[in-house]
Protein backbone atom coordinates (compact mmCIF):
# COMPACT_ATOMS: atom_id res chain seq x y z
CA UNK A 1 0.00 0.00 0.00
CA UNK A 2 0.98 3.43 -0.82
CA UNK A 3 1.80 5.52 2.45
CA UNK A 4 -0.50 6.99 4.15
CA UNK A 5 1.86 10.14 4.63
CA UNK A 6 2.88 12.71 2.20
CA UNK A 7 6.16 15.13 3.23
CA UNK A 8 7.93 17.49 1.39
CA UNK A 9 11.05 19.06 3.53
CA UNK A 10 13.10 21.91 1.48
CA UNK A 11 16.36 23.26 3.01
CA UNK A 12 16.96 27.21 2.16
CA UNK A 13 20.59 26.45 3.73
CA UNK A 14 19.60 27.82 7.39
CA UNK A 15 16.47 26.09 7.93
CA UNK A 16 14.30 23.51 6.64
CA UNK A 17 10.85 24.01 5.94
CA UNK A 18 8.49 21.22 6.52
CA UNK A 19 4.60 20.41 5.13
CA UNK A 20 2.80 16.91 5.20
CA UNK A 21 -0.52 16.21 4.58
CA UNK A 22 -1.62 12.69 5.58
CA UNK A 23 -4.66 10.37 4.59
CA UNK A 24 -6.63 9.88 7.26
CA UNK A 25 -10.76 10.11 7.90
CA UNK A 26 -9.65 12.15 11.20
CA UNK A 27 -13.45 10.68 12.68
CA UNK A 28 -14.06 12.77 15.94
CA UNK A 29 -16.82 10.59 17.29
CA UNK A 30 -19.10 13.20 17.37
CA UNK A 31 -20.64 12.86 13.30
CA UNK A 32 -23.58 10.54 12.44
CA UNK A 33 -23.83 8.87 9.13
CA UNK A 34 -26.52 8.90 6.51
CA UNK A 35 -28.14 6.01 9.12
CA UNK A 36 -28.59 8.50 11.85
CA UNK A 37 -25.24 6.64 13.65
CA UNK A 38 -22.43 7.91 15.29
CA UNK A 39 -18.85 7.18 13.35
CA UNK A 40 -16.88 6.35 16.16
CA UNK A 41 -13.86 8.50 17.00
CA UNK A 42 -11.04 7.35 14.31
CA UNK A 43 -8.06 9.95 14.36
CA UNK A 44 -4.80 10.43 14.74
CA UNK A 45 -3.38 10.83 17.84
CA UNK A 46 0.30 11.21 17.93
CA UNK A 47 2.45 12.56 14.75
CA UNK A 48 6.40 13.00 14.95
CA UNK A 49 9.02 14.50 12.74
CA UNK A 50 12.33 13.12 13.49
CA UNK A 51 15.54 14.31 12.23
CA UNK A 52 19.23 13.29 12.88
CA UNK A 53 17.67 11.04 15.47
CA UNK A 54 15.65 13.66 17.31
CA UNK A 55 12.24 14.69 17.31
CA UNK A 56 12.01 17.70 15.51
CA UNK A 57 7.96 18.31 15.73
CA UNK A 58 5.72 16.18 17.56
CA UNK A 59 1.66 17.05 17.20
CA UNK A 60 -0.63 15.50 19.73
CA UNK A 61 -4.04 15.52 17.72
CA UNK A 62 -7.58 15.70 18.92
CA UNK A 63 -10.63 14.66 16.93
CA UNK A 64 -11.01 18.71 15.78
CA UNK A 65 -8.32 18.45 13.41
CA UNK A 66 -9.44 18.29 9.69
CA UNK A 67 -9.79 15.26 7.34
CA UNK A 68 -6.40 14.54 5.97
CA UNK A 69 -4.74 16.23 8.14
CA UNK A 70 -2.22 19.43 6.72
CA UNK A 71 0.65 20.53 8.71
CA UNK A 72 3.34 22.98 8.21
CA UNK A 73 6.41 24.00 10.14
CA UNK A 74 10.70 24.76 10.34
CA UNK A 75 13.21 23.90 11.83
CA UNK A 76 17.03 25.10 12.25
CA UNK A 77 19.66 23.19 10.05
CA UNK A 78 18.93 20.08 8.01
CA UNK A 79 21.02 19.35 4.80
CA UNK A 80 19.54 18.95 1.69
CA UNK A 81 20.09 14.79 1.01
CA UNK A 82 19.21 14.00 4.74
CA UNK A 83 16.53 11.82 5.87
CA UNK A 84 13.46 13.40 7.84
CA UNK A 85 11.38 10.85 9.12
CA UNK A 86 7.98 10.90 9.60
CA UNK A 87 5.12 8.50 12.00
CA UNK A 88 2.25 8.54 13.52
CA UNK A 89 -0.42 6.82 15.78
CA UNK A 90 -3.81 6.83 15.75
CA UNK A 91 -6.43 6.08 18.81
CA UNK A 92 -6.88 2.22 17.35
CA UNK A 93 -3.32 1.67 17.36
CA UNK A 94 -2.59 1.57 13.44
CA UNK A 95 1.01 3.21 12.80
CA UNK A 96 2.65 4.53 9.69
CA UNK A 97 6.00 5.63 8.95
CA UNK A 98 7.85 7.62 6.22
CA UNK A 99 11.32 8.70 5.54
CA UNK A 100 11.83 12.00 2.88
CA UNK A 101 14.73 13.52 2.08
CA UNK A 102 14.65 16.95 2.69
CA UNK A 103 15.41 18.81 -0.90
CA UNK B 1 2.44 -33.86 18.18
CA UNK B 2 5.54 -31.66 19.18
CA UNK B 3 5.68 -28.23 19.34
CA UNK B 4 7.96 -27.08 16.07
CA UNK B 5 10.54 -24.24 16.35
CA UNK B 6 8.23 -21.85 14.59
CA UNK B 7 5.36 -21.77 17.19
CA UNK B 8 8.02 -21.96 20.00
CA UNK B 9 8.76 -18.55 18.36
CA UNK B 10 5.89 -17.04 17.63
CA UNK B 11 4.80 -18.46 21.38
CA UNK B 12 7.79 -15.95 22.70
CA UNK B 13 7.22 -12.38 20.63
CA UNK B 14 3.58 -13.16 22.30
CA UNK B 15 4.94 -13.07 25.48
CA UNK B 16 7.37 -10.33 24.57
CA UNK B 17 4.46 -8.04 23.55
CA UNK B 18 3.09 -9.09 26.68
CA UNK B 19 5.89 -7.67 28.94
CA UNK B 20 6.24 -4.43 26.98
CA UNK B 21 2.34 -3.77 27.11
CA UNK B 22 2.88 -4.01 30.98
CA UNK B 23 5.67 -1.76 31.13
CA UNK B 24 3.57 1.18 29.37
CA UNK B 25 0.71 0.41 31.88
CA UNK B 26 2.84 0.66 34.63
CA UNK B 27 4.57 3.47 32.77
CA UNK B 28 1.11 5.20 32.56
CA UNK B 29 0.62 4.84 35.93
CA UNK B 30 3.72 6.56 37.71
CA UNK B 31 3.50 10.06 36.35
CA UNK B 32 1.00 10.78 39.02
CA UNK B 33 3.45 10.10 41.70
CA UNK B 34 6.08 12.53 39.69
CA UNK B 35 6.40 16.09 40.08
CA UNK B 36 4.78 18.52 37.44
CA UNK B 37 7.77 19.58 36.26
CA UNK B 38 8.72 16.10 34.98
CA UNK B 39 5.17 15.05 34.34
CA UNK B 40 5.35 18.30 31.48
CA UNK B 41 8.85 16.76 30.50
CA UNK B 42 7.21 13.55 29.36
CA UNK B 43 6.19 12.95 25.86
CA UNK B 44 2.99 11.00 26.78
CA UNK B 45 0.01 11.98 24.80
CA UNK B 46 -2.37 14.22 26.96
CA UNK B 47 -5.42 11.80 27.19
CA UNK B 48 -7.24 13.64 29.50
CA UNK B 49 -6.48 17.04 27.86
CA UNK B 50 -8.22 16.21 24.51
CA UNK B 51 -11.75 14.96 27.20
CA UNK B 52 -12.60 18.25 28.59
CA UNK B 53 -15.41 19.78 26.87
CA UNK B 54 -14.80 23.44 28.13
CA UNK B 55 -11.29 25.21 27.15
CA UNK B 56 -9.96 26.55 30.95
CA UNK B 57 -10.40 22.58 31.35
CA UNK B 58 -8.75 21.58 28.66
CA UNK B 59 -5.72 24.30 29.13
CA UNK B 60 -5.65 23.24 33.14
CA UNK B 61 -5.17 19.57 31.90
CA UNK B 62 -2.93 20.38 29.40
CA UNK B 63 -0.54 22.53 30.95
CA UNK B 64 -1.94 23.19 35.04
CA UNK B 65 -1.84 26.85 34.51
CA UNK B 66 -3.73 30.06 32.48
CA UNK B 67 -3.12 31.58 30.10
CA UNK B 68 -2.65 35.72 29.97
CA UNK B 69 -3.14 37.75 26.51
CA UNK B 70 -0.14 38.82 24.49
CA UNK B 71 0.16 40.87 21.16
CA UNK B 72 3.65 38.70 20.66
CA UNK B 73 1.54 36.04 19.72
CA UNK B 74 -0.17 35.95 16.25
CA UNK B 75 -2.82 34.12 14.52
CA UNK B 76 -3.69 33.71 11.22
CA UNK B 77 -6.85 32.86 10.50
CA UNK B 78 -9.90 33.80 8.03
CA UNK B 79 -12.74 36.32 9.52
CA UNK B 80 -15.40 34.13 8.19
CA UNK B 81 -14.82 29.98 7.67
CA UNK B 82 -17.14 29.02 4.50
CA UNK B 83 -16.75 25.27 5.47
CA UNK B 84 -15.90 24.47 9.47
CA UNK B 85 -15.00 20.97 8.04
CA UNK B 86 -11.88 22.20 7.20
CA UNK B 87 -10.21 25.96 8.44
CA UNK B 88 -6.89 26.78 7.89
CA UNK B 89 -5.26 28.44 10.83
CA UNK B 90 -1.42 29.42 11.59
CA UNK B 91 0.22 30.64 14.48
CA UNK B 92 3.40 32.10 15.27
CA UNK B 93 5.27 34.22 17.73
CA UNK B 94 8.09 36.49 18.22
CA UNK B 95 8.83 35.23 21.98
CA UNK B 96 12.01 33.18 22.72
CA UNK B 97 12.07 29.70 24.20
CA UNK B 98 8.87 28.42 23.29
CA UNK B 99 8.25 24.82 23.83
CA UNK B 100 4.71 24.29 22.47
CA UNK B 101 1.61 25.80 20.81
CA UNK B 102 -1.92 24.47 21.28
CA UNK B 103 -5.24 25.59 19.45
CA UNK B 104 -8.54 25.39 21.12
CA UNK B 105 -12.06 25.93 19.88
CA UNK B 106 -14.33 26.91 22.86
CA UNK B 107 -17.74 25.83 21.32
CA UNK B 108 -16.20 22.91 19.40
CA UNK B 109 -17.57 19.77 21.55
CA UNK B 110 -13.86 18.93 22.60
CA UNK B 111 -12.17 22.46 23.15
CA UNK B 112 -8.47 21.18 22.88
CA UNK B 113 -7.79 20.46 18.78
CA UNK B 114 -4.28 20.31 18.85
CA UNK B 115 -1.13 20.68 21.01
CA UNK B 116 2.51 20.67 18.96
CA UNK B 117 6.05 20.32 20.98
CA UNK B 118 8.27 22.65 19.71
CA UNK B 119 12.05 21.54 20.39
CA UNK B 120 14.81 23.95 20.66
CA UNK B 121 15.92 24.84 17.55
CA UNK B 122 12.63 24.48 15.76
CA UNK B 123 10.66 27.69 14.66
CA UNK B 124 7.80 28.92 16.97
CA UNK B 125 5.39 28.51 13.71
CA UNK B 126 3.12 26.02 12.94
CA UNK B 127 0.32 25.86 10.18
CA UNK B 128 -2.92 23.28 10.53
CA UNK B 129 -6.43 22.72 9.12
CA UNK B 130 -9.15 22.45 11.83
CA UNK B 131 -12.92 21.88 12.62
CA UNK B 132 -15.10 23.94 13.62
CA UNK B 133 -18.70 23.17 14.74
CA UNK B 134 -20.32 26.00 14.70
CA UNK B 135 -19.03 30.07 15.01
CA UNK B 136 -16.97 30.11 17.87
CA UNK B 137 -13.70 31.81 19.53
CA UNK B 138 -10.30 30.35 18.18
CA UNK B 139 -7.70 30.25 20.62
CA UNK B 140 -3.67 30.17 20.29
CA UNK B 141 -1.38 28.73 23.33
CA UNK B 142 1.85 29.46 23.46
CA UNK B 143 4.22 28.03 26.43
CA UNK B 144 7.24 30.17 26.37
CA UNK B 145 9.76 30.20 28.86
CA UNK B 146 7.61 27.86 31.01
CA UNK B 147 4.81 30.61 31.31
CA UNK B 148 1.66 30.74 28.82
CA UNK B 149 0.53 33.29 26.27
CA UNK B 150 -2.63 33.32 23.88
CA UNK B 151 -4.30 35.08 21.32
CA UNK B 152 -7.93 34.82 20.60
CA UNK B 153 -10.08 35.44 17.25
CA UNK B 154 -14.13 34.64 16.62
CA UNK B 155 -14.13 33.09 13.25
CA UNK B 156 -17.85 32.78 11.67
CA UNK B 157 -18.64 29.44 10.26
CA UNK B 158 -21.43 29.01 7.65
CA UNK B 159 -21.64 25.50 7.43
CA UNK B 160 -20.38 23.33 10.71
CA UNK B 161 -17.96 21.29 10.68
CA UNK B 162 -19.60 18.63 12.63
CA UNK B 163 -23.29 17.89 10.91
CA UNK B 164 -23.80 15.22 8.60
Redesign the interface.
Known sequence: MASSIRVRATSNGD?TEVQALIQHP?D?G?????KGEIIPPHFI??LTFEYDG??????????????D?????????GKKGDDLKVSWVDNKGATDTTTAKIQ | MSITTSELLANRRLVLKGAGVAALIGLGVIPFDLPQALAAANDKYPEEAFKQKNEADAIKALYGKTAEPSDKVKMDAPEIAENGAVVPISATTTLADVTSISFLVSENPISLIASYKIPAGTLPSVANRIKMAKTSNVTVIVEAGGKLYSASKEIKVTVGGCGG
Open positions: TMSFVKDAQVKPVFVADWGGGVSKPYVKFAFKG
